[in-house]
């Protein structure tokens, strides 16, 4: 896979770093691929709403097939979803999520933007979507990727036309595209972008249609294709030694935080795109036609493409080496080119050409993986020209062109050069997403103008190595990375960050109380330099006491934790608040916390983020203390429930018979089980006879799509894809004498406020007469729903399916939710 991870290298021209990620060495084939991209002079992008939406089949054949450039603008990071590999939800599933994008990106060859939209969770229809965005920003944000972009060709993944049949963010972002189409060519629209990027026209936009939106296959085949385009997008690629169905496979298969794993695929594909807009002939499946691709769309190419064409007709696979000559002829009649847009992206893939070419190596690695604001630090550099060609290192700068060192060294052929020197950070801010360095809406993040739309945040410390090749003044920017030697992995790279001289954490982000009792709470504050030393003090609501006041840390080295114990009581009424740590040393203070984010597939990276921990004062009662849980697609809900007493076992699926389960005083089985556990397909039986013999089971959440069984339940039960997203909506008592909203505590409309993101989800739509309805609920003009939560007795015990959003609930410290869900367990105790 390795040829693929260069393709984005060689596409980019933002200044945004892909951090922590190895040097790339390409072959001779891979070269020669990456030729082909230089000499193709067109653009497309694919527009959705989310990580995940992008046709990767489709972005692999415009990239890899048709050596266009291309994009995919996800509108949102994908922050309202679940995480399928780890804990992380929210803003720092976010964070996952943009670089499984990026990953996504560097193994089918294109590039990722973004909007500021905050993905909030399910919408049903553009029109709430566009309410809780700001339509205005996001469309500012959609238009300054097209212009800045500047695509020929734009391919939306959903209809514009059809709201309320898909999730609201899907519509909104094909509308929006549509508007967009219009607007990016007047200058009296977002005036600003335009006096930045100049205005553009896309020559077209399509719609990537498929038999899904037709309803079958059949009513597709029957359909009138007049106005749609097939293209073949199966083809094989020698130079890659992959398919472009094996290419989407691998690049889909990065979106891991939602268990998108896919096989390669081989042979004949096709792709349907329905023409929307622009001009473009009937029948023609060439979407660049009638668009100078080549060297002659630009003033003055023709010569450039009269040095480039015969390098590619004849390539040498032996020695790319023997082509530096005429790329560098090629680089500086490109570098003075009068068109500013191909005059960047042209030079970008033209100096990656030259370096790969030449076997050029060079980094600079920092003896530490942090510094400080305006510290002093050792970076080693490392110099190599793995050729003949005269090459000479001159000097090496800071990017703002205050020399580090001069040296005017000749590299001489394969021989490293290596050197170190103390460097000075000028960073006066510490590193993380730049979109969370300022708290945003509930609809949208906050960004800095010259950051809207980047990926991530460019990397705080970079170094120029000004080199001379062959008297030609060749510059080479490269960000400063720290290094280091695993004994299993082996050569690992991770990214140079500043960060602060110390942050804090409080471990338990939601911490119940539910009696009067006072609780010791840890708060551990980690040390960004040696001799780390000052006081902490814990921030707390009215009403809560907190107890030391103010005590003192001393951290010899920097790296090291030392944890202290406060003591805090609640206030004998329910309450709710935040528990800040305030760190303090000498005259600076201190209010982060350092949260590291670590996986295979991704960049090590660490995110600040404000450190507190939400606490909460319930009234609660319960009845039982023994749950057994049974693992569905991952939730924090064993450590919610601990939290107010219960003693919780996970079960793990071969351990679930009758004689384990038959002393717990409830069983609760986790979101999604019955779709992502395939041993339950056998299990009904045995919780059948739990709950006929006296027990409680709580059923979460499943979808109805790929269930394992459809016998869920001891009666009749038919999931649908009815929710309730508005996690304001009014909540109607359908049995308000039922024991489960009455014992042992009185659930009323109070219990729920304050829900998050959503009512809940994939509630039931047809039950047997057995089951008792307890909730009535809807969204906005949208008819009542009566699945959310749902009660039948069976022998001795009682059966339960919920839709309601405990899994979000809980873990955010929902007072009600709490009240209810202990109500529910302590049926038949």
Same mark, same amino acid.
């Given at each position: 896979?390795?040829?693929?991870?260069?393709?984005?290298?060689?596409?980019?021209?933002?200044?945004?770093?892909?951090?922590?990620?190895?040097?790339?060495?390409?072959?001779?084939?891979?070269?020669?691929?990456?030729?082909?991209?230089?000499?193709?002079?067109?653009?497309?992008?694919?527009?959705?709403?989310?990580?995940?939406?992008?046709?990767? *089949?489709?972005?692999?054949?415009?990239?890899?097939?048709?050596?266009?450039?291309?994009?995919?603008?996800?509108?949102?990071?994908?922050?309202?979803?679940?995480?399928?590999?780890?804990?992380?939800?929210?803003?720092?599933?976010?964070?996952? *999520?943009?670089?499984?994008?990026?990953?996504? *990106?560097?193994?089918?060859?294109?590039?990722?933007?973004?909007?500021?939209?905050?993905?909030?969770?399910?919408?049903?229809?553009?029109?709430?979507?566009?309410?809780?965005?700001?339509?205005?920003?996001?469309?500012?944000?959609?238009v300054r990727a097209i212009r800045k972009f500047k695509p020929d060709v734009i391919i939306n993944r959903f209809d514009h036309?059809?709201?309320?049949?898909?999730?609201?963010?899907?519509?909104?972002?094909?509308?929006?595209?549509?508007?967009?189409?219009?607007?990016?060519?007047?200058?009296?629209?977002?005036?600003?972008?335009?006096?930045?990027?100049?205005?553009?026209?896309?020559?077209?936009?399509?719609?990537?249609?498929?038999?899904?939106?037709?309803?079958?296959?059949?009513?597709?085949?029957?359909?009138?294709?007049?106005?749609?385009?097939?293209?073949?997008?199966?083809?094989?690629?020698?130079?890659?030694?992959?398919?472009?169905?094996?290419?989407?496979?691998?690049?889909?298969?990065?979106?891991?935080?939602?268990?998108?794993?896919?096989?390669?695929?081989?042979?004949?594909?096709?792709?349907?795109?329905?023409?929307?807009?622009?001009?473009?002939?009937?029948?023609?499946?060439?979407?660049?036609?009638?668009?100078?691709?080549?060297?002659?769309?630009?003033?003055?190419?023709?010569?450039?493409?009269?040095?480039?064409?015969?390098?590619?007709?004849?390539?040498?696979?032996?020695?790319?080496?023997?082509?530096?000559?005429?790329?560098?002829?090629?680089?500086?009649?490109?570098?003075?080119?009068?068109?500013?847009?191909?005059?960047?992206?042209?030079?970008?893939?033209?100096?990656?050409?030259?370096?790969?070419?030449?076997?050029?190596?060079?980094?600079?690695?920092?003896?530490?993986?942090?510094?400080?604001?305006?510290?002093?630090?050792?970076?080693?550099?490392?110099?190599?020209?793995?050729?003949?060609?005269?090459?000479?290192?001159?000097?090496?700068?800071?990017?703002?062109?205050?020399?580090?060192?001069?040296?005017?060294?000749?590299?001489?052929?394969?021989?490293?050069?290596?050197?170190?020197?103390?460097?000075?950070?000028?960073?006066?801010?510490?590193?993380?997403?730049?979109?969370?360095?300022?708290?945003?809406?509930?609809?949208?993040?906050?960004?800095?103008?010259?950051?809207?739309?980047?990926?991530?945040?460019?990397?705080?410390?970079?170094?120029?190595?000004?080199?001379?090749?062959?008297?030609?003044?060749?510059?080479?920017?490269?960000?400063?990375?720290?290094?280091?030697?695993?004994?299993?992995?082996?050569?690992?790279?991770?990214?140079?960050?500043?960060?602060?001289?110390?942050?804090?954490?409080?471990?338990?982000?939601?911490?119940?109380?539910?009696?009067?009792?006072?609780?010791?709470?840890?708060?551990?504050?980690?040390? &960004?330099?040696?001799?780390?030393?000052?006081?902490?003090?814990?921030?707390?609501?009215? &009403?809560?006491?907190?107890?030391?006041?103010?005590?003192?840390?001393?951290?010899?080295?920097?790296?090291?934790?030392?944890?202290?114990?406060?003591?805090?009581?609640?206030?004998?009424?329910?309450?709710?608040?935040?528990?800040?740590?305030? +760190?303090?040393?000498?005259?600076?203070?201190?209010?982060?916390?350092?949260?590291?984010?670590?996986?295979?597939?991704?960049?090590?990276?660490? %995110?600040?983020?404000?450190?507190?921990?939400?606490? +909460?004062?319930?009234?609660?009662?319960?009845?039982?203390?023994?749950?057994?849980?049974?693992?569905?697609?991952?939730?924090?809900?064993?450590?919610?429930?601990?939290?107010?007493?219960?003693?919780?076992?996970?079960?793990?699926?071969?351990?679930?018979?009758?004689?384990?389960?038959?002393?717990?005083?409830?069983?609760? %089985?986790?979101?999604?089980?019955?779709?992502? %556990?395939?041993?339950?397909?056998?299990?009904?039986?045995?919780?059948?006879?739990? %709950?006929?013999?006296?027990?409680?089971?709580?059923?979460?959440?499943?979808?109805?799509?790929?269930?394992?069984?459809?016998?869920?339940?001891?009666?009749?039960?038919?999931?649908?894809?009815? *929710?309730?997203?508005?996690?304001?909506?009014?909540?109607?008592?359908?049995?308000?004498?039922?024991?489960?909203?009455?014992?042992?505590?009185?659930?009323?409309?109070?219990?729920?406020?304050?829900?998050?993101?959503?009512?809940?989800?994939?509630?039931?739509?047809?039950?047997?007469?057995?089951?008792?309805?307890?909730?009535?609920?809807?969204?906005?003009?949208?008819?009542?729903?009566?699945?959310?939560?749902?009660?039948?007795?069976?022998?001795? &015990?009682?059966?339960?399916?919920?839709?309601?959003?405990?899994?979000?609930?809980?873990?955010?410290?929902?007072?009600?939710?709490?009240?209810?869900?202990?109500?529910?367990?302590?049926?038949?105790?």
């Open positions: 896979m390795r040829n693929l991870f260069t393709v984005l290298l060689l596409l980019s021209i933002s200044t945004t770093a892909c951090f922590a990620q190895q040097p790339q060495k390409p072959t001779a084939s891979e070269i020669y691929h990456d030729l082909q991209q230089l000499n193709f002079l067109g653009s497309a992008m694919y527009i959705a709403a989310h990580p995940d939406d992008e046709n990767t *089949r489709l972005i692999s054949y415009l990239a890899n097939d048709v050596h266009a450039r291309t994009a995919y603008l996800s509108l949102t990071r994908g922050d309202g979803g679940q995480n399928l590999v780890g804990p992380e939800i929210r803003e720092l599933l976010g964070v996952i *999520r943009t670089q499984e994008l990026l990953a996504a *990106r560097r193994t089918d060859g294109g590039q990722q933007f973004f909007t500021r939209a905050n993905d909030f969770g399910y919408s049903k229809t553009p029109d709430e979507t566009l309410d809780i965005w700001n339509k205005d920003e996001v469309l500012n944000d959609v036309r059809s709201p309320g049949s898909t999730h609201g963010h899907h519509t909104a972002s094909a509308m929006l595209s549509v508007e967009a189409f219009d607007l990016v060519n007047n200058p009296n629209s977002y005036p600003e972008t335009a006096n930045t990027f100049g205005t553009w026209q896309p020559k077209r936009l399509f719609f990537n249609t498929s038999w899904w939106f037709y309803g079958s296959q059949e009513k597709f085949e029957q359909a009138d294709k007049t106005n749609l385009v097939e293209v073949q997008t199966g083809n094989y690629y020698p130079s890659l030694g992959l398919s472009n169905g094996e290419i989407a496979s691998l690049s889909r298969s990065m979106h891991k935080s939602q268990g998108f794993g896919a096989t390669g695929t081989r042979g004949n594909q096709n792709e349907w795109l329905e023409f929307l807009k622009g001009d473009f002939s009937e029948g023609n499946s060439n979407l660049f036609e009638g668009i100078d691709t080549s060297w002659s769309r630009i003033e003055g190419g023709e010569t450039i493409g009269g040095i480039l064409y015969p390098l590619e007709d004849n390539f040498d696979f032996k020695d790319p080496s023997r082509m530096l000559r005429p790329l560098l002829q090629a680089y500086e009649l490109v570098k003075n080119i009068e068109d500013d847009h191909w005059c960047a992206i042209k030079t970008k893939q033209l100096e990656q050409l030259i370096i790969d070419c030449g076997g050029i190596f060079v980094e600079a690695i920092a003896q530490s993986n942090s510094i400080m604001p305006r510290e002093k630090y050792n970076v080693t550099f490392e110099a190599i020209s793995r050729n003949n060609f005269p090459i000479a290192l001159e000097s090496i700068t800071y990017p703002s062109g205050k020399t580090i060192v001069t040296e005017n060294k000749t590299l001489a052929p394969n021989e490293k050069y290596t050197l170190e020197a103390t460097l000075y950070s000028e960073n006066t801010t510490t590193s993380g997403p730049y979109w969370l360095r300022e708290k945003g809406s509930l609809g949208m993040y906050k960004a800095p103008n010259n950051r809207i739309g980047e990926p991530e945040t460019m990397a705080p410390e970079q170094v120029v190595f000004n080199l001379t090749l062959s008297g030609v003044k060749f510059p080479i920017k490269r960000n400063i990375v720290y290094k280091y030697n695993d004994p299993v992995k082996g050569e690992v790279y991770q990214p140079l960050e500043v960060l602060p001289e110390a942050t804090s954490s409080i471990p338990e982000k939601v911490i119940i109380f539910s009696s009067k009792d006072e609780q010791n709470i840890p708060v551990t504050i980690k040390a &960004g330099r040696d001799n780390a030393n000052g006081t902490v003090q814990l921030n707390h609501p009215k &009403g809560w006491e907190v107890k030391p006041a103010q005590p003192s840390f001393n951290i010899a080295k920097k790296g090291d934790e030392q944890t202290i114990m406060f003591t805090v009581t609640p206030p004998k009424e329910q309450s709710e608040g935040y528990l800040r740590p305030l +760190v303090s040393m000498g005259d600076q203070f201190f209010d982060k916390e350092l949260v590291t984010i670590d996986y295979e597939h991704i960049p090590y990276q660490r %995110v600040l983020l404000p450190s507190e921990a939400k606490v +909460v004062r319930i009234d609660i009662e319960k009845e039982g203390e023994s749950i057994g849980y049974i693992e569905g697609a991952g939730d924090a809900i064993p450590e919610s429930l601990r939290q107010i007493g219960y003693r919780v076992t996970t079960i793990p699926p071969s351990n679930i018979t009758y004689q384990n389960l038959k002393d717990f005083d409830a069983v609760v %089985v986790g979101i999604r089980a019955y779709n992502t %556990v395939p041993e339950l397909a056998f299990k009904q039986p045995v919780f059948n006879k739990y %709950v006929q013999e006296g027990g409680t089971l709580l059923l979460q959440y499943n979808t109805s799509h790929r269930l394992v069984t459809e016998d869920i339940a001891p009666y009749s039960l038919s999931l649908s894809r009815d *929710r309730v997203t508005d996690e304001f909506s009014d909540v109607t008592f359908l049995a308000p004498e039922h024991p489960v909203l009455n014992e042992p505590n009185e659930i009323t409309q109070a219990d729920f406020t304050g829900w998050v993101q959503e009512r809940g989800l994939y509630f039931p739509n047809q039950w047997a007469p057995k089951f008792v309805p307890i909730l009535g609920m809807h969204d906005k003009d949208a008819p009542e729903t009566k699945g959310s939560l749902l009660v039948a007795e069976y022998g001795k &015990g009682n059966y339960i399916y919920t839709g309601l959003s405990f899994f979000r609930e809980l873990p955010a410290g929902v007072a009600g939710a709490y009240r209810l869900f202990a109500n529910i367990l302590s049926l038949g105790n």
